[in-house]
């Protein structure tokens, strides 16, 4: 915990340090898991705790989903071709099933969800973009992902 004692940069070590810790139990417990449902969650937990770090230590604010974007431009061009061409079979599904649809702002006129921003990502993650690119929105896919599956709207 942050205390009159520590400087800023000390301060950032304990909680990178903790946060690390944190993502660390979440992945075991992931690998270590045969349920689909409760890997995704898990990882999604593990990423979650590392995007958190970086929202304190960059000083953000805002939307979550930010925070997922702010983390994942963090990578060079070769560790997101890597991180992507990792997971071929779950970049291949997220680019050819129908666009994930934002669930939290439904509304009576629209009880399907909202398909816009999951087409924009969808398009962009089959492109030629950038790796960055493609990896921040496979990051918002897994984001819109994450709020569909716990019914809740994190930003908005």
């Given at each position: ?16 340090e903790f946060q ?50 702010n983390l994942l ?84």
């Amino acid at each position: 915990m942050q205390n009159d004692e520590m400087t800023s940069e000390e301060w950032y070590n304990y909680l990178k340090e903790f946060q690390t810790e944190i993502a660390e139990s979440w992945l075991k417990r992931g690998k270590d898991s045969q349920d689909p449902f409760a890997r995704f969650f898990f990882f999604f937990s593990a990423f979650n705790a590392l995007y958190f770090y970086w929202r304190v230590r960059d000083r953000k604010s805002g939307m979550e989903v930010d925070d997922v974007v702010n983390l994942l431009k963090k990578h060079t061009e070769a560790e997101a071709k890597r991180v992507l061409q990792s997971a071929p079979e779950q970049v291949k599904y997220f680019c050819t099933r129908d666009p994930i649809r934002r669930m939290g702002r439904r509304s009576a006129d629209a009880a399907e969800g909202d398909p816009k921003e999951g087409c924009g990502h969808k398009k962009l993650l089959r492109s030629e973009s950038p790796a960055v690119e493609r990896l921040k929105a496979l990051g918002q896919i897994l984001y819109f992902v994450r709020c569909n599956l716990v019914q809740r709207e994190q930003d908005g």
